[in-house]
């Protein structure tokens, strides 16, 4: 069990509590394998009724995986198929899916910076899933960033957002407070942090059978603090349908340029600085992965994240935003117009027959 993973059962409420506050609370393959531990152990535990999972530290739930890790070992071996990768990619996205489909509700509290990872372990789950934002949530798939896609599941709840607001969360790797959360489906109910320690008393002593109708009713008082409607993302709606409709990156790109709105410029000047390849790749990923289970999307994230190490794109963006911190990556290609459907084609072929697959197993 790690270190950086403390649980516990109260009330029949198992409590995962993500310890690990000094790197906002990034997953590590131990961090992975005690969480998957623990959730095996208690599906079939009649003790348990209910799964709970939260940080230690308000700064942050999950700030995604541990990219200082990914660039060591990723460096080591430039064919992009290092041992430990391999696990720690596999077994996240195996985690991921057991999330998805656990048996017993599931709860998120999503209180500071949740990105890439920390959103993997939060929106997996889906008939049995609540997931809680507070004044402090921090919510971002900020891959294109670091050369990566929104990976963890990406594939399958970005591409389900209303609209649009997928494509544009997943190309611009913007940050989004509770509102846009709640309004983009990414978010079920909203509490002040000034409420979690009532909260947390409230679980202790309910009698509830579900505990996810207490938490609903717990949080209905505060529902007027953060309206959905007064979102960022629903009052720019309509600029987000008709910018990121267009067929393409680079149409998506000009389609900005030409509009001299505060909030297109803005997303322009995002998108300018993000991978032009990861870009492109992304937007075929949520387009192929609007038709595809939760398993099947993994799979095709787990090849994908094989060929993004290969191409050494992510390396690139890491060592210019983490380890070097000169905010300039030399990205290849190095603009928009230079990526080709090829290239792009690339990053979805299968690195292994199916019978290989290292996530085969998922139904």
């Not at 409420?195 to 002593?205: D, G, S």
């Amino acid at each position: 069990m790690s270190a950086s993973i403390l649980t516990s059962i109260q009330n029949h409420i198992g409590f995962i509590t993500i310890d690990r506050p000094k790197a906002l609370n990034s997953l590590s393959l131990e961090m992975v394998r005690a969480i998957t531990a623990t959730l095996l152990e208690w599906r079939n535990n009649g003790n348990v009724r209910a799964v709970f999972i939260h940080s230690s530290s308000e700064k942050a739930f999950c700030a995604g995986g541990d990219i200082r890790f990914f660039y060591d070992v990723g460096n080591a071996t430039p064919t992009g198929d290092s041992a430990l990768l391999e696990d720690f990619f596999t077994e996240e996205y195996a985690l991921n899916h057991l999330i998805h489909f656990y048996p017993k509700p599931y709860i998120a509290l999503m209180n500071g910076v949740v990105m890439g990872g920390g959103m993997g372990i939060a929106q997996a789950g889906v008939a049995c899933r609540l997931r809680i934002v507070t004044e402090r949530t921090k919510m971002a798939m900020p891959e294109v960033n670091i050369g990566l896609f929104p990976d963890v599941g990406g594939s399958y709840f970005l591409a389900r957002t209303p609209g649009k607001i997928g494509a544009y969360l997943g190309l611009t790797g913007e940050m989004i407070g509770a509102a846009d959360a709640l309004y983009a489906g990414l978010a079920d109910v909203f509490l002040p942090t000034a409420e979690l320690p009532a909260l947390m008393a409230m679980l202790a002593t309910t009698e509830e059978s579900d505990i996810r109708v207490a938490i609903r009713d717990f949080a209905a008082p505060f529902t007027a603090q953060v309206l959905p409607s007064e979102s960022k993302l629903a009052t720019q709606r309509a600029m987000i349908e008709r910018h990121f409709s267009a067929d393409n990156v680079l149409a998506i790109a000009a389609s900005l340029n030409q509009d001299s709105n505060t909030f297109a410029q803005q997303t322009l000047a995002a998108i300018e600085k993000r991978s032009p390849l990861l870009m492109c790749v992304t937007l075929e990923q949520l387009r192929r992965g609007a038709g595809m289970s939760v398993a099947d999307c993994l799979r095709m994230e787990r090849s994908m994240v094989r060929h993004c190490f290969k191409h050494g794109e992510v390396l690139e963006g890491i060592r210019a935003l983490v380890i070097d911190k000169d905010n300039a990556p030399q990205w290849s290609p190095a603009s928009l117009a230079e990526v080709t459907g090829e290239q792009v084609a690339s990053f979805f072929v299968s690195v292994w027959p199916a019978y290989a697959h290292p996530l085969r197993d998922l139904s």
